[in-house]
């Protein structure tokens, strides 16, 4: 079997925006987003966050749904990419 590629996807591209953007309007640092993710009972560091929010690394189901709870949105909203302004 090939190796998957490493390379993150539109939809990855999308929801790591979203991510960002949701965290910062709600005054978030990085630390804190992960924080609230962690206490959700996923552990995750700022530096795993930095990681998703530049699509340098995959976000996972499971931290999809943590993130969109530590957001308080749908993972839905998150998937599908920053808001129209």
């Known amino acids: 079997m090939a190796a ?3 390379e ?7 929801t790591a925006r979203s991510i960002e ?3 910062t ?6 630390r804190e987003l992960a924080a609230r993710v962690t206490a959700l009972g996923r552990p995750m560091t700022n530096t ?3 990681r998703i929010e530049r699509a340098q690394g ?5 931290d999809l749904v943590a993130l969109s709870q ?3 949105v749908s993972p839905q909203e998150l998937l ?3 808001r129209a302004a």
């Open 4 to 6: 998957r590629s490493l």
């Open 80 to 82: 599908q990419g920053p």
């Open 48 to 50: 795993m966050l930095s």
């Open 70 to 72: 530590a957001l308080r």
């Open 8 to 14: 993150i996807g539109t939809a990855g591209i999308r």
């Open 58 to 62: 995959r976000c996972d189901i499971d």
């Open 21 to 23: 953007i949701l965290r």
């Open 25 to 30: 309007e709600r005054g978030l640092a990085q």
